[in-house]
């Protein structure tokens, strides 16, 4: 499964610079993902968007600010991160029934983020 | 709470052989789905197989089963033939339906499988 587009794969940035993740999917799913997963940690949700309604926050730290323009394209705006924010980002997306348990979450390749 | 146990930090199988991944859940809904998803290094999460609390029979996706035994909350994930490109991370993840407030599957910590030749 191809479906889901994450850029750049690779970001280096310091502590000072405002950067932004791209996220794209193209299955037509109605709700869409991000999750941090950092060394020897399970995977973190960070925030929940369904038909570009943010449904949640998992107590994300403000320097990190999704954006949800249309049901296709997610972003992750970061800005003044810290050393400890450096981790993998993965986005996923996948169609939500209400009262449904089966979800597929379909994951892009993730965007491997260093921060000095 | 709802919760996913991952006890095998890291296994190896030899080539050819078959391998059992252990994953144990922890749920109060009586609906529920559980997930099985592989990471190679490359990082990519890649969808393995799906089992639902409901679900009679244990769920296969070519190489790939699942072990569902209900009563002891368990949800292995054997992969038979093991090959080279089967080495990789494997994270068992869980959803429960009562969940409509959130959609977010709860993973468990991973297993790092290596496949020796």
């Known amino acids: 499964e191809t479906g889901v587009t994450q850029t750049p794969r690779h970001l280096v940035m310091g502590m000072t610079n405002k950067k932004s993740l791209k996220c794209e999917q193209h299955l037509g799913h109605n709700a869409m993902y991000w999750y941090k997963q950092s060394a020897k940690k399970p995977l973190e949700l960070m925030f929940v968007y369904n038909f570009k309604e943010q449904t949640e926050n998992n107590s994300v730290p403000s320097r990190f600010s999704p954006e949800c323009p249309n049901s296709s394209h997610l972003f992750l705006h970061l800005h003044t991160l810290q050393p400890e924010d450096s981790a993998l980002y993965l986005c996923?997306?996948?169609?939500?029934?209400?009262?449904?348990?089966?979800?597929?979450?379909?994951f892009g390749a993730g965007t491997r983020l260093s921060v000095l | 709470a709802q919760k996913i146990t991952q006890t095998q930090p890291g296994m190896f199988v030899q080539e050819k052989e078959a391998v059992t991944l252990d994953c144990t859940y922890d749920?109060?809904?009586?609906?529920?789905?559980l997930f099985w998803y592989k990471q190679p290094s490359s990082g990519e999460m890649i969808f393995l197989i799906y089992q639902g609390s409901y679900d009679q029979q244990n769920a296969t996706e070519g190489r790939y089963s699942l072990n569902f035994q209900k009563a002891r909350k368990s949800a292995n994930l054997v992969i038979s033939a093991s090959q080279l490109g089967d080495s990789a991370m494997y994270f068992c993840a869980m959803r429960e339906a009562g969940m409509d407030s959130s959609y977010k599957l709860i993973f468990g910590s991973g297993t790092r499988l290596l496949v020796r030749p």
């Open positions: 996923a997306s996948s169609q939500v029934i209400s009262g449904v348990a089966k979800n597929i979450q379909y």
């Open positions: 749920t109060s809904d009586p609906s529920y789905g």
